[in-house]
T-cell receptor, first 115, second 115 residues
Framework: AQTVTQSQPEMSVQEAETVTLSCTYD???????LFWYKQPPSRQMILVIR??????QNATENRFSVNFQKAAKSFSLKISDSQLGDAAMYFC????????????FGEGTQLTVNP | GAVVSQHPSWVICKSGTSVKIECRSL??????MFWYRQFPKQSLMLMAT?????????EQGVEKDKFLINHASLTLSTLTVTSAHPEDSSFYIC???????????FGPGTRLTVT
């Protein structure tokens, strides 16, 4: 079974600084997807970034980027120029490539942004 | 595009009654829908996976007779909590996916309070 581990229950960052959230996963599959989701106080799940395992290039979405290390099964999220609106719970998630397959979530990292 | 709605957003019911939560994909056809439960400051726990026109697949430990899931059309899935008890109070989130896509689209969630 696939597992996703986020070893940082809480993180904090100063506004305008950079922060990195860690995620590791375990799978025997070679093709899969990895995601970072943001859940603000409204509790709406928001997709931050997605990575296909077959792609070597790290995904980037504006201030958000990932460091995908397939051999090490590591998938960290870097947030640059942190903003107050980035404060939220962040979940790392894994999904097999098979259509309709489930998401497996990590435990989450609560990010605080200090003004 | 790819909007998922949930209704109601918040419901209070008395112990012993049943409550139905609707999950709709507004602008796409969802062949697979997922129901999650989330306790405060915890991760999302998958309850069941439903495919249109077939019975839902429940995760281990989830009582299928208590949490009835119906996925009667490509745009609607319902979760009925039967004979609700205070311990069923939680935040319920649905998500939907389509074939060939690697991502799920999340509803805004429903807060259930059982008194």
């Amino acid at each position: 079974a696939q597992t996703v581990t986020q070893s940082q229950p809480e993180m904090s960052v100063q506004e305008a600084e950079t922060v990195t959230l860690s995620c590791t996963y375990d799978t025997s599959e070679s093709d899969y997807y990895l995601f970072w989701y943001k859940q603000p106080p409204s509790r709406q799940m928001i997709l931050v970034i997605r990575q296909e395992a077959y792609k070597q290039q790290n995904a980037t979405e504006n201030r958000f980027s990932v460091n995908f290390q397939k051999a090490a099964k590591s998938f960290s999220l870097k947030i640059s120029d942190s903003q107050l609106g980035d404060a939220a719970m962040y979940f790392c998630a894994y999904k097999r490539e098979t259509s309709g397959s489930r998401l497996t979530f990590g435990e989450g990292t609560q990010l605080t942004v200090n003004p | 595009g790819a909007v998922v709605s949930q209704h109601p957003s918040w419901v209070i019911c008395k112990s012993g009654t049943s409550v139905k939560i609707e999950c709709r994909s507004l602008d796409f056809q969802a062949t697979t829908m997922f129901w999650y439960r989330q306790f405060p400051k915890q991760s999302l726990m998958l309850m069941a996976t439903s495919n249109e026109g077939s019975k839902a697949t429940y995760e281990q430990g989830v009582e299928k007779d208590k949490f009835l899931i119906n996925h009667a059309s490509l745009t609607l899935s319902t979760l009925t909590v039967t004979s609700a008890h205070p311990e069923d109070s939680s935040f319920y989130i649905c998500s939907a996916s389509t074939p060939g896509q690697g991502r799920q689209y999340f509803g805004p969630g429903t807060r259930l309070t059982v008194t």
